[in-house]
């Protein structure tokens, strides 16, 4: 297998687990009952990659894949090479990561810790370590993250042929149902849908809508893993337990694609986590950068930082303005707009 098909492979994967499509050009199809390899064949299209659980190695139109995908603390070996632990939330803060690690959210235990952990580090600047590492794959990302999802990009077919919305979501239909047909009643579905045959699928749509800034915390999950291990321990990031103007917990945090400020020691930097260079600053510009990222207003953000920083609020803006103007030079987008 060459490095692009294992690469695919695990772009593939990686799209069934989170429900995010883009990481394919096409669908994942995930095929729990070989007996439906022909019909996931009649859904699949030429960038479509259908996984089949104790499928065919000999058939080189599908990647079989070994073990269980609904048992924490099993493995999934997906085409003999990309191996995968499955782990339950709740059981993350206990273990090692020692290889890829899907955590699934699925009980409402497991969901109170999520939404726990993600209040305790907005409060206080503690993350969950494991969730850090790179080895992570939080499960149904894409409902997490409120990604706006336009067109279906995983079929999960179980065992006995029905078709939920991924693989604990909404059932859309039954093996032999046209592709049409299935694609319009998935994407008619809430988001919360995603997790309806393990979780009340309201409660979790409310418990997102409730906290706007999860989309955030889990871009700041992200972007600890470009912190070297030896860095971590005086790393803190702005907009988790730590504010350089006074915005409290209740106030906005910035969009998730936003760079973040982060403070090592008495040193600021800018993080961007699209590229992920980093940028030292002084401490009014991380202030100014803070506000007007938090706030997205130039005029709120100078009014809210010229106390803080001593200065007027006109002085404030035109600095404010000067900041922005200086990173847009440099292809960085404060506020994440783009």
Known sequence: MTLNEQQTIA????????????????????????????????????????????????DDKVIAVAGTFDVSGEELLVGGQLSLEIQDYLAIPFISLVG???????????????????????????????????????AERGLLAGERIHRLARLHIAADGTIPSGPYGAKIGRAGDPMHDLQSKALALPPGSAVASVAGALDVRESLANRPWIPRYLAALDAWKFIPRDDRPDTRFVGFGLSLYGATINDDLPSPSAPFIIQQGIQFKLLDTRTGRLFKLGPDAATVIEAVSNLRDLKAAAAAVAIPLGVSKELAESSAQAVIDEFAQLGIDILGTR
């Open 11 to 58: 772009a593939a994967v990686d799209q069934w687990i989170t429900g995010i499509p883009g990481r394919i050009p096409g669908q994942t199809i995930f095929v729990e009952n070989p007996e439906h390899v022909p019909y996931a064949h009649e859904l699949a299209d030429e960038e479509s990659i259908v996984l089949v659980l104790n499928g065919d190695d000999g």
């Open 100 to 138: 890829v690690t899907v955590v699934r959210i699925t009980t409402d235990d497991d969901w109170r810790a999520f939404f726990d952990d993600a209040t305790e580090a907005r409060r206080s600047g503690h993350f969950v370590r494991q969730l850090t590492e790179v080895n992570a794959v939080l």
